[in-house]
């Protein structure tokens, strides 16, 4: 099993409240990353970073941002939640290769 | 052009049928694929890695073909805990931070006794 925590799993909160989504991970990896998926549809990358105080935004234009103070932890932080925010975040991490990535049980967001 | 594009589903295959999905990506350049597993309201996992040579894993199979930009998974002897969404991966170009994994949209899988 991988070691990506997220929390909290599910929030349900009203619109122009600022959120933050927690991600960790034990496994040393230096690579870590934030996806969006809307049910029934594809997982879009919006943030990513590489190690501590490297970040970059990923193809899907987002209004959240993310921080990278220490390795093993990745927020992600909206300023004032909207209804077009609800989703499922998905937070993961790789080591070197990239390609195996380890995904957290994700953050299901509803915006009211 | 969506840069990886699967076939739509769902696929509904009784116990013990062999199932095969396919998926095309549009960028020549990719270097790297896989087809990671996602079961209903969870995080995908790790499927198998494709390799140029093709790959076998117990009932698994993936393939590549270059050439035709194209990847398929074969699934042999199917079981109902094969049911789930299969997502086509492809590693897009490396950027100068690093690697980004491009999800396809999924194939969804529901095996029946």
């Known amino acids: 099993e991988a070691d990506i925590y997220q929390t909290p799993r599910y929030l349900v909160i009203g619109t122009g409240k600022k959120i933050t989504l927690e991600c960790s991970q034990t496994m040393g990896h230096d690579k870590m990353y934030w996806y969006q998926q809307d049910p029934g549809m594809e997982l879009h990358l919006i943030h990513y970073?590489?190690?501590?105080?490297?970040?970059e935004k990923g193809d899907l234009s987002s209004e959240s941002t993310v921080s990278r103070i220490r390795t093993e932890h990745f927020p992600l932080t909206l300023e004032s939640a909207r209804p077009s925010h609800t989703s499922q975040y998905l937070c993961?991490?790789?080591?070197?290769?990239?390609?195996?990535?380890?995904f957290g049980p994700g953050t299901r967001l509803l915006v009211l | 052009r969506k840069e990886v594009e699967q076939d739509p589903g769902p696929f509904n295959v009784p116990e013990g049928a062999t199932v095969a999905f396919n998926c095309t990506y549009s960028?020549?350049?990719?270097?790297?694929f896989f087809w990671y597993r996602q079961d209903c309201r969870k995080e995908p996992k790790l499927l198998m890695s494709v390799y140029s040579s093709g790959n076998e894993d117990g009932r698994f199979t993936a393939q590549l073909n270059r050439a035709s930009q194209y990847i398929s998974l074969l699934i042999r002897d199917s079981k109902l805990s094969d049911s789930a969404t299969y997502l086509c991966v492809v590693i897009g170009s490396y950027n100068q931070a690093g690697t980004a994994l491009i999800f396809g949209k999924g194939t969804t899988l529901s095996v029946s006794s």
């Open positions: 960028n020549s350049a990719s270097q790297s």
């Open positions: 993961a991490s790789s080591g070197l290769g990239g390609g195996t990535q380890y």
């Open positions: 970073s590489y190690g501590v105080n490297s970040t």
